[in-house]
């Protein structure tokens, strides 16, 4: 019994069975313009742009998805090589597939992802990004202009919006969390003011026909852009007012945000977590 336990144990506990959480999952693309596509699969959400100059794909979600990201880049774009790889920042399900999917192709990147996943000695050398910015980049590939905006510590301290303008679609990275609590990783240099502001920003440059790439959750536009804004500013309010009341943090976890803003609530950002982020907020 003891010998058939250990057996079982060792089976779960093995690399294979560790990975089979990706087992089931499909690496499916939507065409948002000619030649570009919206990825998913697990972890961040990826955007790739095919045609005679190669492809350029934005994210690389995990290591585990890479085999399945090529296969479908190469269905997509009938066979030609990755030339450039983007990362938003540096979080693992973004940047996790880097060196298996990049590593003879540019990889770009704010300096701040670069700094932090070089101080990670288990992120493989090959896949850290090899051209760095922190202002602005602007990309010549396949008949699109493609800019590359680095934003205010916002997500993070790194954080990187890549534009299609031609095409009316934004790759917003993990500074647009779908219909959920967004995660600000305040330990990264996230900042939920900048949060607030980005996403301000971006729905004062774009109008109702651009087609939003969110970090997480389905693809959606500038009035998804507004629902987030609009949580964003009436959860913060109500913290604030029971701030003004006078409740303590486990009192205002205890009270909670209330029957509205339940769907938000997710697996990673709960409502206690967003209501901790917003309460770090009031003390900044
Ligand atoms: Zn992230």
Known sequence: MRLLLAIVLLILLSPKALADRFADVQVDATELAPGLYMLTGAGGNMAALTGKDGILLVDAQFAEMAGKIEARLNELAEGQALQVLV???FHGDHVGGNAKLAADSRIIAHDNVRKRLQADSNFPAEGLPNLTFNDQLSLHMNGHHIVLTAMQPSHTDGDTIV??????????GDLMFEGRFPFVDTNAGGNFQAYKAVT??????????????PGHGALTNRA??????QMM???????KQYQAE????????????GEEWQAWHWSFITEERWIRTLYQALQD
């Open 87 to 89: 990362n938003t920042h």
């Open 224 to 229: 998804g852009l507004k629902r987030e804004l």
């Open 163 to 172: 534009w299609f303008h031609d095409a009316k679609v934004v790759h917003m």
């Open 200 to 213: 301000r920003l971006v729905i004062e440059r774009i109008d109702d026909d651009f087609q939003v790439i």
């Open 233 to 239: 500013e009436a959860t913060f309010a109500k913290v």
């Open 246 to 257: 006078g409740l303590s943090l486990d009192a205002m976890l205890e009270r909670g945000l």
